[in-house]
């Protein structure tokens, strides 16, 4: 019982850091999304995202006029540096810095008070998507991108389809050539090159046997392995369609 509360308690843990990860990245694109619509002129002219742009513009003055104060605080400091006597230059830089270290600060929070207008203008164009999509169809996307879309499907449903056709049949041949390698690797019929092979002077099987037993574990072996190979394979796709066949028919009958 300890065991599975502990299990529980991980799982919903783990729920709860993915549904913050899931907001976090949803904010995200909210946001992205609000910033390409502020520079949009269609939606710019929607009445319903009026106020939203309202509320857009002082911050992002704002946001200009900080930028512009921290690149002339940097231009007074250059100036100021060279102009005053070299004991007042430790005075100039630390006024530079607690002056950008104020810009700094109020750039951050401009900015999050700017992203939070972005991620409101995003949510609020979401809630009515065909009305920002009038001009264009109702299609996010352009009838080029659509047919571009359809057409990397079908090739790589191609490309898989010839793939799978041309390595999945041949894992028995493959098995085949593995137990033929590891026959002529371990085994022969030759005392003079068992011992050349032992002393690593070539490659091969070391261990002797009579000339017939050694053709018929190199021709029969690896057809038996090619066969064991085949039979595994079809029966385990078998097994994996009557699963998900009688899955299927089971629910159609639960469901008619």
Known sequence: MSLARIVALFHAQQLR?????????????LRRAGRDLADHPLAAADARL?????????HRSRLDRLS???????????????????????????RGLCDRAVLQHQL??????????????????????MERLRPFDGEPRPPW?????????????????????RFAPRVSALAGLATGWW??????????????????????GTHVVSSTTYKAMSFW?????????????????????RRYESGTSDSAVQNP
Not at 17 to 29: T, V
């Open 183 to 204: 026959v002529a690797s371990r085994y022969t019929d030759s005392h003079l090159r068992s011992v050349v092979n032992s002393l690593g002077i070539s490659r091969g």
């Open 145 to 165: 991108v659509r047919v571009l879309a359809d057409e990397g499907r079908a090739l790589g449903a191609a490309c898989w389809r010839q793939l799978h056709s």
């Open 50 to 58: 009026q106020p939203l742009f309202a509320a857009l513009r002082p």
């Open 221 to 241: 072996l690896p057809i038996l392995a090619a066969a064991m190979c085949a039979y595994l394979g079809d029966r385990l796709a078998r097994a994996i369609r």
């Open 108 to 129: 951050h929070r401009c900015r999050r008070e700017l992203d939070l207008c972005y991620e409101a203008l995003g949510r609020a164009a979401l809630a009515s998507p």
């Open 68 to 94: 512009a104060a921290l690149a002339t605080s940097l231009e007074a400091d250059h100036a100021d540096y060279d102009s005053v006597v070299p004991w007042l230059r430790p005075l100039v830089v630390l």
């Open 17 to 29: 850091f993915d549904a913050r990860r899931a907001a976090r990245r949803e904010a995200e694109a």
